[in-house]
């Protein structure tokens, strides 16, 4: 999608600047450590890692509010064995 980019360039410019402030730090450093960890914790992409978590996070309270309901998926009675032919 063209939203993750938008959103690394948006949030490298703010790193930048707000580490560009503090003067402890090897801004190169710090902005090449975050690429790293970016690339190798979300190789598909921002994006749809949050889009994951989310759906991940709403099912999981989904299935809590319907545990504490008592709902759920609907249990089925056991079929009765077939008959034998004769």
Do not use: C, H, K
């Not at 410019?13 to 402030?21: A, E």
């Not at 890692?49 to 709902?71: F, P, S």
């Amino acid at each position: 999608t063209m939203i993750g980019p938008f959103l690394d360039a948006f949030g490298m410019f703010y790193l930048t600047v707000w580490l560009g402030q503090q003067g402890t730090l090897d801004l190169n450093m710090v902005v090449g450590g975050v690429l790293i960890l970016f690339v190798l914790l979300l190789p598909r992409g921002v994006v749809p890692a949050a889009m994951t978590l989310a759906t991940t996070r709403v099912g999981r309270g989904r299935d809590l509010r319907l545990a504490r309901r008592g709902g759920g998926r609907r249990r089925r009675s056991p079929r009765p064995a077939p008959e034998p032919a004769e």
